[in-house]
């Protein structure tokens, strides 16, 4: 799992594009996630020709309302960190914006070691560049709830992939997230009320 989070001074992604960023969305004051590779070389990568990249999830957060440090807390415990991957494309990768972030990852994948006894597989990298991922990989719990999707498509648009609205339904279709978060966002939304009911369907 890669993971990077970030303000617009720094990310911790996580790879593999379905299991991540869930627990990261819920905890970072905003919730916007888009899928994306990073941490490679090659230019114009696609899921069919990686290349050198690794799977990745773009969480930004609020650093008003969360720290750095407990975002990383979120991405140690909801990932496997002490083995190596079979794939570079789903490697663990924590991608540091600053030589802050890059620290501050350092020093809470040495506390992990220290407090399991165990070596952290982990890498921790500098950023370089992101690609955003296809649009099927965007979103893609709440795509497959179609009658939702679509619908929030069309009244987003083009900004669809960085919803606020988009990235919370897509956790709670997948299971993330409580009654009282759901009940509290379901209050607010303005779908209809077969968008509604399929997404309670789905919970």
């Known amino acids: ?3 990077a989070v970030g303000d617009r001074d720094g990310d911790v992604r996580h790879g593999l594009f379905l299991g991540a960023r869930r627990p990261l969305r819920r905890d970072t004051g905003r919730g916007q996630d888009t899928s994306r590779y990073a941490g490679g070389t090659d230019l114009d990568p696609s899921y069919y020709s990686l290349g050198d990249h690794t799977e990745v999830v773009q969480v930004e957060y609020d650093p008003e309302a969360v720290r750095y440090e407990d975002l990383l807390a979120v991405f140690w415990a909801n990932h496997t960190p002490f083995s190596a991957p079979r794939k570079r494309q789903y490697r663990g990768v924590v991608l540091a914006h600053n030589d802050q972030q890059r620290e501050t990852a350092k020093r809470t994948r040495e506390e ?35 009658v939702v999707a679509d619908e929030l498509e069309d009244i987003y648009g083009d900004a669809f992939v960085d919803s606020t609205v988009a990235a919370r339904l897509n956790g709670f279709v997948a299971g993330h997230g409580d009654d009282a978060e759901r009940e509290a966002l379901f209050a607010e939304l303005d779908i209809s009320p077969a968008a509604l009911s399929e997404v309670r369907r789905r919970l």
């Open 1 to 3: 799992m890669a993971a």
């Open 112 to 146: 992990l070691e220290s407090r399991t006894g165990r070596s952290v597989e982990t890498a921790i990298e500098t950023l370089d560049q992101f690609y955003l991922a296809e649009d099927y990989h965007q979103k893609y719990e709440l795509r497959s709830t179609p």
